[in-house]
């Protein structure tokens, strides 16, 4: 309502008001906030927190991505893994690995 | 160059007060931020809302300031209560805090109930009579209870015959009643219709109780009267029922004629087309609703929970509101904790992508929902989502094999314990 009101150069500095918010951010990615649904089992930030599932920070990716590709087939026995990467292409596994790779065990 | 000669425009219009409550024009969003740094204010410290705190900090990159507003001081989790009547764990074990959420998260937390919500003020009424401005508004606030929809109960009887399915005073209640009952006693169960919080909850807690009884009280009887005509990894359950209990745990479903047509509290007598049962213990699961601050905001339709932008979990009703967790409806997602706090995640990136003005992640989103039938013994059903013309759709998934080994069942009870650890450390510590 106010808004309608605005002169245009005002719209354009409403805009760059937001950046200070955006300077220090990066965007979330989709394999960052893919990532951070792991975290429920194997642990926040994927960090080992205390039970029977594999924390996967700082996992070698290559290592991850035959894994998770061996589960999605069934060549790696798994319980409930193989149910969730049948949803997840191979590309996507690619991406999640690289991005548990970056993270600090 | 660019980005000084925009510092220097931005110190002079916030100077001059100008600055901030535009963005909202340039985002083709409806609703205003009034402070250069957003404050987003968050109802519930439960799986959802505790979850959607720390990720509004952890995506904005602290960028963003975060208000939860709790009332409890600790909250002890409904995952594990069943457990917790087997004696497989004890309250400590369930119970969190909000000190990480604090100290390590700089989530601002207040103890106190949200009153009122006024959308178009964008303001929150504490009990304690102060008043908090928000730019976005969470909630995360569990569901209530449709009492006298099974005839005979009353909010007054569940302190006698407990639901139990709101973790704390409810559950120890129910945890002292299958102790002190009489050895050959019947336990009976009055489960919810769909939709409920937990689908596998109520036959996990027979599970649980039926592990109790075997060591304790093994000529006991188990009845579960059930609206539904059929329930979650029914299948599963009952094998490890058969296997574990023999005959202890009587199901009975809607083609059985188990819709209860009345409840005689002081006499525990139950009555159905089925038969009348006269029994020792009964736990009623009343049908669920989602919780009164989001009926009185306005933000429920005549199902009784929360439309939303299943992307963004935006109310349909109230812009700058957005609704998670089991008050939700969530396209096919259960009403889990690990659903609610994968709402969470999604809707503080959500948040955090409006505010930035960056396009939605389009991620794929997850449950998975552990039961014990046992101590070694567990069963999952696990799900990945996706949004598909505008629904949260399930594009994989299911259940435990049928028939599976010990060792695979023994795995998955361990799994299960490893699930409670890793999702509470998420939402409520590090
Ligand atoms: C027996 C049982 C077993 C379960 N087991 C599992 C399991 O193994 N796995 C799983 O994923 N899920 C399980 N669940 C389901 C899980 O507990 C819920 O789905 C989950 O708690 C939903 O989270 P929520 O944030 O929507 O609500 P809640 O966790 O209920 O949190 C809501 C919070 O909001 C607060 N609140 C409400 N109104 C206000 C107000 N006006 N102002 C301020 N605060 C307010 C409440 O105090 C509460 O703390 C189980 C449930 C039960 C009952």
Known sequence: MKTVMMPLSALFVGALSLMPLAAHADVISNAELSATTCFMCHGPEGKYSGGAIPPLAGYPANI?????????????????????????????????????????P | MIQSNRRTLIKALAAAGLGAP??????????????????????????GGATAAKYLRRFSRNQIDVTLIEPKQTYMTCPGSNWYLAGLTDVPSLTHDYEALKTQHGVKVIHDTVSRVDGDAQSVSLQ???????????????????????????????????????????????????????????????????PFRCPPGPYERVSMIAAYFKEHNPTAKIIVLDPKSKFSKQALFMEGWQELYGSMIEWYGKND?????????????????????????????????????????????????????????????????????????AGQMPKSGHSASSHGKMCAAAIVSQLNNWAMPRPKNANTCYSLVGAH????????????????????????????????????????????????ADVWKS
């Open chain 1, 64 to 104: 991850m991505v035959q894994q998770l590709k061996d589960m999605k087939s069934g060549k790696r026995p798994s319980t409930v893994m193989q149910r969730h990467l049948k949803a997840y292409s191979d590309e996507e596994i690619e991406a999640l690995a690289s991005y548990f790779a970056t993270l600090k």
């Open chain 2, 22 to 47: 535009l963005a909202a024009t340039l985002n083709g969003c409806s609703t205003p931020f009034r402070n250069a740094r957003p404050h987003v204010v968050v109802i519930g410290g439960g799986f």
């Open chain 2, 128 to 194: 304690n009579g102060e008043t908090l401005h928000y730019d976005r508004l969470v909630m995360s606030p569990g569901i209530d209870f449709v009492y006298d929809a099974v005839p005979g109960y009353s909010e007054a009887a569940s302190e006698v015959l407990p639901h139990a399915y709101q973790a704390g005073p409810q559950t120890e209640l129910l945890y002292q009643q299958i102790r002190e009952m009489r050895q050959g006693g019947t336990f009976l169960m009055i489960a919810p219709p769909n």
């Open chain 2, 257 to 329: 004629g188990a819709i209860v047509e009345e409840l005689d509290v002081a006499n525990k007598t139950v009555s159905c087309e089925l038969d009348t049962f006269k029994a020792d213990v009964i736990n009623v699961i009343p049908p669920q609703k989602a919780a009164k601050i989001a009926f009185d905001t306005g933000l429920t339709d005549a199902t009784g929970w929360c439309p939303v932008n299943q992307e963004t979990f935006e109310s349909t009703q109230k812009r700058g509101i957005f609704v998670i967790g089991d008050a939700s409806i």
């Open chain 2, 377 to 424: 013994y567990g069963i999952s059903i696990a799900g990945v989502y996706e949004m598909q013309d505008g629904i949260i759709k399930e594009i994989a998934g299911g259940v435990s094999q049928m028939g599976a080994s010990q060792q695979v069942r023994k795995m998955e009870a361990e799994y299960a314990r490893g699930w409670y650890k890793s999702i509470t």
